[in-house]
Nanobody, 128 residues
Framework: QVQVVESGGGLVQAGGSLNLSCTTS???????????MAWFRQAPGKEREGVSC????????YYVDSVKGRFTISRDNAKKTVWLEMNSLKPEDTAMYYC??????????????????WGPGTQVTVSS
């Protein structure tokens, strides 16, 4: 059974930092490094949006404009883990953050339709 589990969310003041982690297990038939990994977020009353993505070998990363220069995605294939380092947090970053895995590269990185596995999410709340 495939499991994707996020951790590291919490309550932080504006300007603070959090480091989200995502671990996977049970990716049968394929290895962790066969998957591109991404972070999405969904704020109350808003659609889910792609925040960042990293290719299977970490060579290429993508970010939504609103987090560029503040967030950094990284991965360690040996540990089957991907991180999202979030700095200079703003109240508008408040959302449930989801980790997702995909094999296909057919669509844009932030098109959630191509993601095969999702975690249950971790809440990030930034107070002003």
């Amino acid at each position: 059974q495939v499991q994707v589990v996020e951790s590291g969310g919490g309550l932080v003041q504006a300007g603070g930092s959090l480091n989200l982690s995502c671990t996977t297990s049970g990716l049968t038939g394929l290895n962790f490094d066969d998957y591109a990994m991404a972070w999405f977020r969904q704020a109350p009353g808003k659609e889910r949006e792609g925040v960042s993505c990293i290719t299977w070998n970490g060579d290429t990363t993508y970010y939504v404009d609103s987090v560029k220069g503040r967030f950094t995605i990284s991965r360690d294939n040996a540990k089957k883990t991907v991180w999202l380092e979030m700095n200079s947090l703003k109240p508008e970053d408040t959302a449930m953050y989801y980790c997702a895995a995909r094999v296909s590269y057919d669509r844009a990185w932030n098109d959630e339709r191509q993601y095969d596995y999702w975690g249950p999410g971790t809440q990030v709340t930034v107070s002003s």
